[in-house]
């Protein structure tokens, strides 16, 4: 008999690379999906089959967070051994904007998923997206041990949830897990966060599709991570004979403008910096390919925006892996230079451009075996749709 896994969010980035891995391990895996009049499992198409298919693995339900109901459905009827749960509002500066919804689906809606698991009686597994957002302003390094301070609607959501989990882990002796993860990237990507919003932007602007780049603050420093081996963490935790929590990240932190500099020297564009604060600009200081002819030296292409600006910014994110080293033996195998070149890959490749190249290669040598690298495929098939 194969496992049967439960996954809410399973149509986001890090949704898509766990499905990928539970099905290349035998897997029955069913997710959530919400409603919308747009199609949003782009990120799943090209491994989901029609359900009458012989042989077929994944499921999709219809349901929300918010729906208590359709929770203790799907719980009592699929009766899932593990249940990954990934689904939130997931966007810190977003959370800002809608707090009341976002208390909603982030925090109350693992609430409702573990309320669904006790009242039905089904022993599943419980792993809950924790993230290093709900350290806030505890200077890093940060680990297990690190008192919560967050700074954002959306990390008290997840401080709400994080307790909630090691309440029922405690109370009611669930196997319950917080994967208390870092930022973690790839080229599936949401296109609002920075990583993709400036990879996505370089590719727009060597296309000739896009001028200049707004941003907020470029000073924000974070532990960026390759999403595809976060995903084998989560089923990793969920595999040990005793429940627990763990950090997870590379243990290096980078700033934004890091980040902007080795995606712009990547594709043989040297940026100046001129002025201060919001009058901080991000100048071609040279060009050394023939990359992009629509660009010359001087054009000014970053500049910032206030409006990208947090009420309260997280200012440094740095993990402590030690436990996650030590007691499930893992560490990171992407370094930050590559995780830039891979990014920058599929999205040249995405718009049509002939990648540099290095992190299309990196990214087959890694070894995910359980996907096919080609991160753009699913932006073909909606474009198919
Ligand atoms: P993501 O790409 O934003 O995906 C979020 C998922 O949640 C999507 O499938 C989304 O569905 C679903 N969702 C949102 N609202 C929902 C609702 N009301 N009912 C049901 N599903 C809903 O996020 P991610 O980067 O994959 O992250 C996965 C989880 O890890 C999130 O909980 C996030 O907060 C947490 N986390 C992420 C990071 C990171 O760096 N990526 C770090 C730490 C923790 P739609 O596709 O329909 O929008
Ligand atoms: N999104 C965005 N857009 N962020 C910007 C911009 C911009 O134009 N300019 C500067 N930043 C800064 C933000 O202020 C923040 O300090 C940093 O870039 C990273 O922002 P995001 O990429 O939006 O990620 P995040 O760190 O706020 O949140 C992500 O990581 C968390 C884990 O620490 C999300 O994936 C969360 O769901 C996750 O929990």
């Known amino acids: 008999m194969s496992k049967k896994a439960l996954v809410t969010g399973i149509t986001g980035q890090d949704g898509s690379y766990l499905t990928e891995l539970l099905l290349s391990k035998g897997y029955e895996v069913h997710g959530l999906i919400r409603r919308a009049s747009t199609f949003n499992t782009g990120r799943i198409d090209h491994i989901y089959t029609d359900p009458h298919m012989p042989g077929t693995r994944l499921f999709l339900h ?9 929770l203790v459905n799907l719980v009592y009827n699929i009766r899932p051994d593990e249940i990954y749960h990934l689904g939130a509002q997931s966007h810190v500066r977003v959370s800002f904007d809608m707090p009341e919804y976002t208390g909603d689906i982030t925090a109350l809606g693992t609430t409702r998923l573990l309320e669904a698991i006790r009242r039905s009686g089904i022993k599943s597994r419980f792993y809950q997206a924790s993230s290093s957002e709900m350290f806030g302003a505890a200077p890093p390094p940060q680990d297990e041990n690190t008192a919560f301070c967050p700074r954002s609607p959306y990390a008290a959501a997840k401080v709400y949830a994080y307790w909630m989990v090691v309440n029922y882990r405690e109370g009611y002796k669930m196997f319950a897990c917080n994967g208390v993860l870092f930022n973690h990237e790839s080229p599936r990507r949401g296109e609002t966060f920075v990583t993709r919003k400036i990879t996505r932007a370089i590719a727009n602007i060597l296309k000739g599709k896009q001028r200049k780049l707004y941003l907020g603050n470029i000073n924000a420093k974070r532990d960026w991570g390759f999403a595809p081996e976060y995903v084998e963490m989560m089923w990793l935790m969920l595999q040990q004979d005793e429940p627990d929590d763990y950090a997870v990240g590379t243990g290096e932190s980078r700033s934004v403008k890091d980040f902007l500099e080795k995606v712009f020297n990547y594709v043989g564009i040297e940026i100046e910096w001129r002025g201060e604060g919001i009058d901080r600009k991000g100048i071609v200081r040279s060009l050394s390919s023939a990359l992009n002819p629509a660009l010359k030296v001087g054009d000014v292409i970053i500049e910032i925006d206030p409006r990208y600006f947090r009420p309260t910014e997280v200012d440094f994110l740095q993990a402590d892996i030690s436990k996650a080293r030590q007691k ?22 995405l718009i049509g451009l002939d990648p540099v190249g290095e992190g299309i290669k990196i990214c087959e040598k890694k070894g995910f075996s359980y996907t096919n690298h080609d991160f753009s495929l699913y932006e073909k098939i909606r474009e198919r749709c």
């Open 62 to 70: 219809n349901g929300d967070l918010s729906d208590s109901g359709q």
């Open 328 to 349: 499930l033996g893992w560490a990171p195998r992407t370094t930050f230079d590559e995780l830039v070149k891979i990014m920058v890959d599929y999205d040249m490749k």
